[in-house]
C-alpha cells in the first residue's frame, strides 16, 4: 500500500490495540525505493572519500616511518644477489595503491546502491506478505 503523499519516503499505519500512555504502535509497510537508493549512493560515496584518505594517510605514515625502505633491505636480503634495483614502491606505489582504492571504492559505490535498491523492493514484497515490521515508539520527555 503506498502513501497518498509522493515525497513521503515510509509509509506507516496505526496499530489496532492501544499502545498505552505516551505509546504509539505503528507497522512499517512499504519503504520507497527512490529514497533508499538517493541514501545508498551518498553514504557510499562518502565512504569512498573515507577510504582513500585513510590509505592515503597510511601509505604516507609507512613512508615515514621507514617500513618501504625496511621491506626493500628485507628483499634484498633473502635474494642476496643484484637486489639493488629492487624497490617495493614500484609495485606499490603512492599512484597505484589510490588509483586502486578509487577503482575498488567506486564498485562498491554501485553494488551497495544497487543492493541497498534491491533489498528496499524485496522488503516491500515481504510487508505486503507478512505485514511489516511492527514499531513502538515512547514519548519519554520529563
Do not use: C
Not at 80 to 85: E, I, L, N
Not at 102 to 109: R, T, Y
Amino acid at each position: 500500500m503506498k502513501s497518498e503523499s509522493s515525497t513521503s519516503a515510509v509509509q506507516v499505519e496505526p496499530d489496532a490495540e492501544p499502545a498505552g500512555p505516551g505509546r504509539a504502535s505503528l507497522r512499517l509497510r512499504y519503504i520507497e525505493p527512490w529514497s533508499v537508493t538517493r541514501l545508498a549512493f551518498v553514504v557510499s560515496v562518502a565512504l569512498m572519500i573515507v577510504g582513500v584518505v585513510a590509505v592515503s594517510v597510511f601509505w604516507v605514515v609507512l613512508q615515514v616511518t621507514g617500513v618501504w625502505s625496511a621491506l626493500n633491505d628485507s628483499v634484498a636480503n633473502i635474494l642476496s644477489d643484484d637486489a639493488g634495483g629492487f624497490d617495493i614502491t614500484e609495485y606499490f606505489g603512492f599512484g597505484r595503491l589510490i588509483g586502486l582504492t578509487l577503482v575498488l571504492s567506486a564498485l562498491n559505490v554501485v553494488f551497495m546502491t544497487a543492493l541497498a535498491t534491491i533489498a528496499a523492493h524485496l522488503y516491500n514484497l515481504a510487508a505486503q506478505i507478512l505485514g511489516g515490521i511492527k514499531l513502538t515508539f515512547a514519548d519519554e520527555r520529563r
